[in-house]
T-cell receptor, first 115, second 116 residues
Framework: AQTVTQSQPEMSVQEAETVTLSCTYDTSESDYYLFWYKQPPSRQMILVIRQEAYKQQNATENRFSVNFQKAAKSFSLKISDSQLGDAAMYFCAYRSLLRSEKLVFGKGTKLTVNP | GAGVSQSPSNKVTEKGKDVELRCDPISGHTALYWYRQSLGQGLEFLIYFQGNSAPDKSGLPSDRFSAERTGGSVSTLTIQRTQQEDSAVYLC??????????????FGPGTRLTVT
């Protein structure tokens, strides 16, 4: 079974600075998807960024980018120019390409943005 | 258009009672998922539907939990004889299509269930 590990329960960053959230995963599959979701206090899960494992190029979405290291099974999220609205729980998630449609989540990292 | 909606937003029930949680997916989304978010366990998959059938029920924690989906739209998650360990936020998500495609799962705001 696949597992996702987020080793940082909490992180903090100063407004306008850069922060990196870590995620590692375990799988025997070669094709899969990886995601970062944001969950603000409203509880609404919002997709931040996604990565297909077959793509070598790291995904980017505006201020959000990932460092995908397939061999190391690592998928970190970098937030540049942090804003107060970035404060939330961030979840890393894995989805198999073929075996299952469910998302397997890490336990999350709580990000605080200090003004 | 409208997002995924869930009702009720909050539910407090007494131990031993049955509860029903409702999910309205985004119109046209054929896939629907239920997850549970609790303090000790994080986010766990419960069940997913493709149309009205449930190809994967592997996450349902016990036979007290069941779910159905009718008309390829609304889904109801039922918990019978609730226990205190059932207290959690129940999240529903929907997506356009499944079967290997990279379709985003859109989440609802969840139902917070408290069993007293």
């Amino acid at each position: 079974a696949q597992t996702v590990t987020q080793s940082q329960p909490e992180m903090s960053v100063q407004e306008a600075e850069t922060v990196t959230l870590s995620c590692t995963y375990d799988t025997s599959e070669s094709d899969y998807y990886l995601f970062w979701y944001k969950q603000p206090p409203s509880r609404q899960m919002i997709l931040v960024i996604r990565q297909e494992a077959y793509k070598q190029q790291n995904a980017t979405e505006n201020r959000f980018s990932v460092n995908f290291q397939k061999a190391a099974k690592s998928f970190s999220l970098k937030i540049s120019d942090s804003q107060l609205g970035d404060a939330a729980m961030y979840f890393c998630a894995y989805r198999s390409l073929l075996r299952s449609e469910k998302l397997v989540f890490g336990k999350g990292t709580k990000l605080t943005v200090n003004p | 258009g409208a997002g995924v909606s869930q009702s009720p937003s909050n539910k407090v029930t007494e131990k031993g009672k049955d509860v029903e949680l409702r999910c309205d997916p985004i119109s046209g989304h054929t896939a629907l998922y239920w997850y549970r978010q609790s303090l000790g366990q994080g986010l766990e998959f419960l069940i997913y539907f493709q149309g009205n059938s449930a190809p994967d029920k592997s996450g349902l924690p016990s036979d007290r939990f069941s779910a159905e989906r009718t008309g390829g739209s609304v889904s109801t998650l039922t918990i019978q004889r609730t226990q205190q360990e059932d207290s959690a936020v129940y999240l529903c998500a929907s997506s356009r299509q499944v079967t290997g495609g990279n379709y985003e799962q859109y989440f609802g705001p969840g139902t917070r269930l408290t069993v007293t």
